[in-house]
């Protein structure tokens, strides 16, 4: 089944202890991306990575690192974690970056951070 | 810039019902993607039907289909035959052909009563 898989679901933390937020798909896909959503605000991309070894910004990187270093896994970083980083977060993927490339998004992780 | 809009926060209707949830857009691209996506209370995000800005036939999945009126902007989503599962929030959302991430609208929640 074509899927993305992240992991962990739900995880409630305390402030300054670093996490890793794992995303994996298996659908080959060459372009992955991360976004929180909060109330208000919407989804807001963190990171993207077009391919292996290329990572670039999205709206709100600060406090996240991310790294491509297979194609089919994108962490999610949170070096040291802070309050307003509790979110829920999404990593997706495609096939590509083109307009026609459906991105399809893993179940979601519910972080807290205390 | 990109932007989705949609006015309905809330929609009611009844099961087996059709109903209609709201999507205009905003775009300089002439190349770009138009996507509809449910979120359950348990917060994934499920992919449901894509429009391609050159597609001359209104898209169609199952019970979703998409009402694609170019001149308008205007991408609404249609439930036929409402189930009591599609109680959700429901997003429309945008890929452009100069930016990889989706710009998305701030959702409709739609409940389906018995």
């Known amino acids: 089944e074509a899927q993305v898989t992240q992991n962990p679901r739900y995880l409630i933390t305390v402030t300054g202890k670093k996490l890793t937020v794992t995303c994996s798909q298996n659908m080959n896909h060459e372009y992955m991306s991360w976004y929180r959503q909060d109330p208000g605000l919407g989804l807001r991309q963190i990171y993207y990575s077009m391919n292996v070894e290329v990572t670039d910004k999205g709206d709100v990187p600060e406090g996240y690192k991310v790294s491509r270093k297979e194609k089919r896994n994108f962490p999610l970083i949170l070096e040291s974690p802070s309050p307003n980083q509790t979110s829920l977060y999404f990593c997706?993927?495609?096939?590509?970056?083109?307009?026609?490339?459906?991105?399809?998004f893993g179940e979601g992780s519910w972080l807290t951070v205390v | 810039a990109q932007k989705i809009t949609q006015t309905q926060p809330g929609m009611f209707v009844q099961e087996k019902e059709a109903v209609t949830l709201d999507c205009t857009y905003d775009?300089?691209?002439?190349?770009?993607?138009l996507f509809w996506y449910k979120q359950p209370s348990s917060g994934e995000m499920i992919f449901l039907i894509y429009q391609g800005s050159y597609d001359e036939q209104n898209a169609t999945e199952g019970r979703y289909s998409l009402n694609f009126q170019k001149a308008r902007k205007s991408a609404n989503l249609v439930i036929s035959a409402s189930q009591l599962g599609d109680s959700a929030m429901y997003f429309c959302a945008m890929r452009g052909s100069g930016y990889s991430t989706l710009t998305f609208g701030k959702g409709t929640m739609l409940l389906v009563s018995p």
């Open positions: 997706a993927s495609s096939r590509g970056q083109s307009p026609g490339n459906t991105i399809y």
């Open positions: 775009t300089s691209d002439q190349s770009y993607g």
